[in-house]
């Protein structure tokens, strides 16, 4: 048995239940056993006061890069899961993009087995969509999630194969599981290395088409429509991607769909310089499509955050632009970011950024969470909104530290990760 866990005193904020009140919260063996007023702890309980604080289910990011095996030297699940806490995530979807690919059921195992040890965060593997993420034959999905996967992608490398996805579809709904996509056209991206616009001309350096992603969108959800099958689209980051999809839910396609920080604060101006820490894919676009993709997240045409987080080795970024691998790490400082810059600025309300971080995550891919329902995982996030902090990379629990926001002023972070009633994460002050 657990010890329990008597939370008191906190604002408990869960847009899954339109829950908003200071009231305490007790967890039993790992799950909510009660919310209420002045709970009369249990026996030998550890009790956590959260005066003045925010309590919300547990934070879940579902776009994650984790590296192991293969490139452990950028980040392990082990690390990653510990990052993952220190920025309030309970739990997080891991990409399947290793070496070797995570495309059968004891790639799935070994992810879950090194993430149980480390005694963090939920990781939760995503298997591949193709052998190998090659793009030419399906892996073997239906193993993948009896071993424990909760969805199917090739994230890193885009399906362009039209028939392939198309069968994907059809098969990931014998097992009820999403099918997520980075939309990308490959022959319209082509060796781009950041957005095409004003700036990548100024620069001198190869852009990507904001059509090199819509048009791979719009396939997407042609074929989620004519299958029936459950399309979540990765990182969008184009206004008329955000308008299509919000056409294709308004007539029913069973989409879902995520925006990520970077592409919800930063533009492509931030590459002047050559900064190879703003270099991701989808690249940084302009600050009209910053506006849509943002007003997307407001409406719920973009249900979801997700990071992106995508750990490099020093070496490796220090290179020429081109040449310098895409992404950044983003576990530490997105709830930060986007509490400074999303709801500080009234772009969207607090309810909101805790359902797309939390509540709806949990509700795309199907995983426990994303509530505090009495008898739901007793995963719960603690968030101090008033902390003022300077992100340091050198302090983050990633191993890699590749990340545009170094030396940021922020306002709110976590304060405490609990994980089936555990604390895993408390922020020292």
């Avoid at 070496?99 to 040890?117: K, Y």
């Avoid at 020429?320 to 969207?348: M, Q, Y």
């Avoid at 719960?380 to 300077?390: A, G, K, M, R, Y």
């Amino acid at each position: 048995m657990k010890r329990p866990l008597l939370i008191r005193n906190g604002r408990v904020l869960d847009p899954s239940q339109n829950f908003d009140s200071q009231v305490d919260i007790l967890i039993l063996d790992g799950s909510i056993a009660f919310k209420g007023e002045n709970i009369k702890a249990p026996e030998d309980a550890q009790e956590i006061d959260a005066s003045g604080l925010l309590v919300t289910p547990g934070l879940i990011d579902v776009h994650v890069h984790f590296r192991e095996p293969g490139g452990e030297h950028k980040e392990t699940i082990a690390t990653g899961a510990r990052a993952a806490g220190a920025g309030g995530f309970t739990a997080v979807c891991a990409m399947p993009n290793t070496n070797p690919v995570v495309d059968d059921p004891a790639g799935v195992g070994f992810v879950i087995a090194q993430a149980t040890s480390a005694k963090a965060a939920r990781v939760y593997p995503l298997g591949s969509i193709s052998l190998g993420q090659k793009g030419n034959q399906l892996a073997a999905i239906g193993e993948m999630v009896d071993a424990g996967a909760v969805g199917i992608t090739d994230d890193g490398n885009p399906v362009m194969n039209s028939g392939l996805m198309r069968r994907a579809m059809e098969y990931a709904q014998a097992f009820d599981i999403p099918v997520a996509d980075h939309p990308e056209d490959l022959s319209l991206s082509g060796q781009g290395v950041m957005n095409e616009g004003l700036v990548s001309t100024r620069l001198g350096l190869r852009g990507k088409p904001n059509a090199s992603e819509d048009i791979h969108i719009i396939r997407d959800l042609l074929l989620a429509e004519l299958t029936g099958g459950r399309i979540h689209i990765q990182h969008v980051s184009t206004a008329y991607g955000v308008e299509e999809i919000r056409k294709a839910k308004a007539r029913g396609v069973r989409v879902t769909a995520e925006a990520s920080p970077h592409h919800l604060v930063l533009t492509d101006e931030e590459v002047e310089n050559y900064n190879t820490d703003a270099k991701m894919n989808p690249p940084l676009r302009s600050s009209s499509d910053r506006k849509a993709v943002r007003q997307g997240l407001a409406d719920g045409t973009l249900c979801v955050i997700a990071t992106d987080h995508a750990p490099h080795h020093y070496d490796e970024k220090e290179q020429a632009f081109d040449d310098a691998p895409n992404g950044i790490v983003g576990l530490e400082t997105s709830l930060g970011v986007l509490l400074t810059h999303l709801v500080r600025k009234d772009v969207i309300d607090l309810p909101t950024l805790v359902d797309r971080m939390s509540c709806a995550p949990a509700r795309a891919f199907g995983i426990p969470g994303g509530t505090l329902s009495d008898g739901s995982i007793g995963d719960v996030t603690i968030i101090d909104l008033e902390d003022s902090w300077v992100v340091d990379k050198s302090s983050f629990l990633s191993k890699s530290h590749n990340t545009p926001f170094h030396g940021w002023d922020l306002k709110g972070r976590a304060k405490f990760t609990i994980v089936g009633g555990e604390i895993v994460w408390k922020l020292d002050t």
